[in-house]
């Protein structure tokens, strides 16, 4: 089994989308003004924006981006502190990994083995 799509709400459509545009190389394929967007990875996975208003999210929720060695991770993590995201070092956990606050109002993984 393969999944296919997910939706997130987000506080700000936009800026989410220019967000993972920018770190994680995902392209729009369609947006409908501030209230929508699609947008898919190179494996034709599917992540739709919706606008939602006051979003929060459970604390432990979050989305995965695996990347292809710690050096990548290692490049994102640098990339977004100097951005000015409040990003701490990778660490060892489940992988090499480390978490972002996405503008919108969710968190993202990134990792690698």
Known sequence: MQLNHLNLTVNDVEASREFLEKY????????????FAAMFDD??????????????YPKTFHIGFPQVNREK?????????????????????H???????APGGFTVEVLSD
């Open 43 to 56: 494996n034709q996975f599917v992540l739709t924006l919706m606008k939602g208003k006051d979003v929060q």
């Open 95 to 101: 992988g090499y990994t480390f978490y972002v606050k």
């Open 73 to 93: 991770v290692d490049q994102i993590n640098k990339q977004l502190k100097e951005d000015g995201y409040e990003v701490d070092p990778p660490i060892e956990s």
């Open 24 to 35: 994680f190389d995902m392209k729009c394929v369609n947006s409908r003004g501030k209230g």
